[in-house]
């Protein structure tokens, strides 16, 4: 896919699937929701998820989203690169009311006043950035051409 081809993907996808590194080192996939940013995707969870348990550990992962219902619709990208965690009050309180407008319908004009209200919570959370290091997408839409 091009740059702007998928900068239209990001804005359309609800859910990637995040696969971490287990303990046992099996991938460990799990869905997220997440904001598209210049600098990566950005996510948040629980602080004592075991997804942030792995990457503490190892934070090299992988992202997957597709969409598609039959094979010459299917398209997709993967993403490969290292998440940093951040326990920055202000970051996952910003991205917890990113979220809330693009999940739940939350006027704009309304964010700050989200964010504030996250506040009390961010401490038990945790800010994810995936930095990717490679980028394969699919576009089988484009096979008839």
């Given at each position: 896919m091009t740059d702007p081809e998928l900068h239209d993907?990001?804005?359309?996808?609800?859910?990637?699937?995040l696969c971490t590194i287990g303990p046992d080192g099996v991938p460990d996939p799990v869905p997220m929701w997440f904001i598209s940013r210049p600098e990566g995707l950005v996510m948040?969870?629980?602080?004592?998820?075991q997804k942030v348990t792995?990457?503490?550990?190892?934070?090299?992962?992988?992202?997957?989203?597709?969409?598609?219902?039959?094979?010459v619709e299917l398209r997709g990208v993967q993403l490969t690169g290292t998440i940093e965690l951040s326990t920055e009050?202000?970051?996952i309180c910003d991205v917890f009311a990113d979220l809330m407008i693009k999940y739940e319908g939350l006027d704009p004009v309304?964010?700050?006043?989200?964010?504030?209200?996250?506040?009390?919570?961010?401490?038990q959370m945790v800010a994810m950035r995936l930095m990717p290091q490679q980028i394969v997408s699919w576009d089988h839409r484009k096979l008839s051409r």
């Open positions: 993907f990001w804005v359309a996808t609800r859910t990637v699937i948040r969870t629980y602080a004592k998820s792995n990457i503490r550990r190892d934070p090299r992962v992988s992202v997957l989203a597709e969409t598609g219902e039959r094979y009050p202000e970051l309304h964010r700050a006043a989200a964010a504030e209200g996250y506040r009390a919570k961010a401490g």
